[in-house]
Nanobody, 121 residues
């Protein structure tokens, strides 16, 4: 059974950091591009970041540039997202996602169940 399981979400104050992790099972994540999308209440799902197979190319949404860092650990079959300088508008459910290809095209094909990130003072 194919699965993506996220962890690391939580409630923080503005300016604080979180590390989200995504563990894949049932398939070899290292063969594919992996990434993160998010969805805030009342808003559409939006892409956050993507990392290609091999990890030598990463893409970020404008709001994530300079604050978020995506990485992958192929030995552990995981993809992670470091969230720094969090703002209230970053509050959302964050979903791990995979593209069934090696490059980041923005078209994710498979998602996890999500992890909640809350940011408030």
């Amino acid at each position: 059974q194919l699965q993506l399981v996220e962890s690391g979400g939580g409630s923080v104050q503005p300016g604080e950091s979180l590390i989200l992790s995504c563990a894949a099972s049932g398939f070899t994540l290292s063969n594919y591009a992996g990434g993160w999308v998010r969805q805030a209440p009342g808003k559409e799902r939006e892409g956050v970041a993507c990392i290609n197979r091999g990890g030598n190319d990463v893409n970020y949404a404008d709001f994530a540039e300079d604050r978020f860092t995506i990485s992958r650990d192929d030995a552990k079959n995981t993809v992670s997202l470091q969230l720094n300088s969090l703002k209230p508008e970053d509050a959302a459910i964050y979903y791990c996602a995979v593209e069934w290809g090696s490059d980041c095209t923005g078209e994710f094909n498979f998602w996890g169940q999500g992890t909640q990130v809350s940011v408030s003072s």
